[in-house]
Structure formats: C-alpha cells, structure tokens
C-alpha cells in the first residue's frame, strides 16, 4: 500500500441521500508492480486501523522505517449483522518486508503514482 485516503460521498438511499464512507487505498500488485486503488467500506475500517496500529507501533520501536517496504496482507472473512444480513470484512496484516530490488521497484512506482490520490476527480468513476 503507498497511500491511502477517506472519502465521505452523498449517494441516493431507500429514504433519501446517504452519506457514505470509503476508504481508498493506493496498492500495488506484487506480481507485476502495477497500481491498483483498493476501495474498502466502513466494515472493514477496523481490519485496516489494526494494520496501521501494527505499522506505527513498529515505526515508533525502530523496528520499521517506510511502511511501504513491506507487504501489506489482506484476507476476506464472511460476516452477518444482528439482522441476519450477509456481507464480507477485510482483515489486513502486516507481512514480510520486499527485497532490495523490490523495495527499488516500490519506490519507482510511489514517486510516479503517490499522487493519484489527491486528484479532485471522483475516484470511482
């Protein structure tokens, strides 16, 4: 993951326009270094803060310096509300950290696209 922003965005609901929170995370493909936007809803928010509070606690001991220079691991896990309605979370670990020549290729790819997400336009399209 290179960066990653929360957008709140007004869409027509059942009784009206809703707010919508998203969370839109800058990745990369590691197979093929390309670029991806992961766009994740509020039900996964808590899976990601976990991964972050990993990453700042591994920065904050010395153990880490760029989070970027490490695997960022999500796994898909089945949920229900109290209503019995269906959904899918995602939880995110931190993994392994990339090779020298991976890190390089990371740190290519940051500088070219770590802006994207700061452009006005609707990221969804």
Known sequence: TLRALVREKEVEGDNGPEKRTKLYALCLGFEDFEPFILSLP???FNGWGRMVAQLLKM??????ENSWEYEAI???KAAANKKGQKFFIGEFSVGEKLNPTDISLVEEKLKEYGGALDRSEDIEG
């Open 42 to 44: 509020v039900t996964s």
């Open 59 to 64: 920065k904050k001991t010395g153990d880490i």
């Open 74 to 76: 999500c796994t898909i």
